[in-house]
């Protein structure tokens, strides 16, 4: 017998206020209430955060890594958009 | 215990030489190999079997402890072994969730464990008998696990590489745990201290084979080693155990179960390290193949949790579901 899989939840963990919450891993759940507890248990056994974000896997929508190279393309050559592009006197001081 | 993880691993691919090439130059830029990025199908089927039996490994592992809980000497130790057990767990978690960025499903891994079709370390169909069991696992099996994986934490595939920090950060309390245990051991009574030294008679040789065969008898190391799975062979981390090891145990006043065990000055390029003498592979081997003391005990218990458990998934299914169509008719 194949049981019903358990939905799979990404999760988020904010270690500290200040930081943002970034992704630490995933975990099986029937909801949302249950992924949080099962997040707290598997990601947070020594202190990890203070605060925790579940989210569907099924929910998000990812950039196609094989189409990473044209997707990005724009960025590489736009040099001046850093600070480095312009060139400043040196007597005008840190800038 | 993970190189175990390759016995019978299957890295034959079949993509074109150019893809090949092109795929080794970012694991040799020291690129990470993200669950989305193209990868040859061997490298994907060498990384679902290692990481599935290290995860394995993690859940078997709780047994052999968990056996102990209830009759800990002390609340401190319960408490430790608890906490302990309850990250063996945990692992297994982090390690399934980095299986299942390749393509196969927690459950799937599940199902081949319970069927007996995939392996887990070989070290926990051992039984532990007395409380000195406990030290001398924390001590030795985690010790050797740590040995394994802390390479591992590099490895070239970005999912389990993360998995592995977080293990190694929580597994030292593990490893620190057990030699407090055999040191309380040693420094009690002639028993307590006759106890520790049955322990380590014990496990020695069995936490040796952790690392798995010799590296002329691994096949697949080579493979694994070019795709930056593995960044030592089982000989090299065996002999790094062991060098690490020895001094620990004559702090104890513990005397390792080997006769030809001494000290070589001329090993590890002139730094020194023990010579040690022949493992029992055909015990090895027994064991792997299913024919270990506790075996079948181990994967009863496993079939056993599951099935009680059914109830439980099945209910906070309905639940959930239950929930979402109130929520809609609400709605």
């Known amino acids: ?95 | 215990m993970y190189s175990q993880g390759l016995i019978g691993a299957d890295g034959r691919t079949e993509e074109s030489p150019e893809f090949l090439e092109a795929f080794q130059r970012r694991i040799d830029a020291e690129e990470k190999i993200e669950p989305k990025d193209p990868m040859p199908a061997g490298y994907r089927r060498t990384l679902v079997r290692q990481i599935g039996q290290h995860a394995h490994s993690e859940i078997v592992g709780m047994l052999p402890e968990g056996n102990w809980i209830t009759r800990a000497p002390t609340l401190k130790r319960k408490a430790a072994l608890l906490a302990k057990v309850q990250d063996e767990g945990g692992h297994g978690l982090y390690l399934y969730a980095a299986a299942e960025t390749l393509g196969v499903s927690r459950e799937e891994m599940t199902e081949e464990l319970l069927a007996g079709k995939a392996k887990y370390s070989s070290i926990f169909n051992y039984p532990t008998l007395s409380w000195a069991d406990i030290g001398a696992i924390g001590w030795l099996v985690d010790g050797a696990a740590i040995m394994n994986q802390i390479p591992l934490c590099r490895c070239s595939y970005g999912p389990y590489s993360r998995a592995m920090i977080r293990i190694c950060k929580e597994e030292s309390f593990h490893q620190r745990q057990g030699y407090e245990i055999m040191l309380t051991l040693c420094r009690g009574t002639p028993e307590q201290k006759a106890m520790a030294q049955d322990a380590l008679n014990r496990w020695w040789w069995p936490s040796l084979m952790m690392f798995g065969p010799h590296d002329k008898d691994s096949a697949h190391t080579e493979q694994s080693m070019k795709w930056k799975i593995k960044r030592f062979t089982n000989d090299q981390l065996r002999q790094k155990f062991i060098d690490a090891t020895v001094p620990q145990a004559e702090f104890l006043g513990l005397t390792i179960p080997d006769p030809e065990l001494r000290w070589n000055p001329d090993k590890n390029d002139g730094r020194g390290g023990y010579d040690h003498g022949p493992i029992d592979w055909d015990e090895f081997w027994r064991v792997v193949k299913g024919h270990g003391r506790m075996n079948r005990d181990r994967l009863a218990a496993r079939r056993k949790a599951h099935d009680e458990g059914a109830w439980v998934r099945e209910a906070a299914l309905a639940h959930a579901r239950k929930r979402k169509a109130r929520a809609m008719a609400a709605e």
Not at chain 1, 6 to 32: C, M, Q, Y
Not at chain 1, 42 to 63: D, F, H, L, N
């Open chain 1, 1 to 95: 017998m194949t049981e019903t899989p358990t939905p799979l939840w990404e999760v988020f963990i904010r270690p500290r206020n200040g930081l943002s919450h970034k992704h630490v891993g995933s975990v099986h759940a029937a909801d949302a209430e249950l992924a949080l507890q099962a997040a707290r248990d598997v990601y947070t056994r020594r202190g990890e955060g203070t605060s925790i974000w579940v989210v569907p896997s099924a929910a998000i929508t990812a950039s196609d890594p094989d189409a990473a190279a044209e997707f990005f393309e724009p960025t590489a050559d736009k040099i001046y958009r850093h600070p480095t592009f312009y060139e400043i006197p040196e007597e005008v001081g840190h800038m």
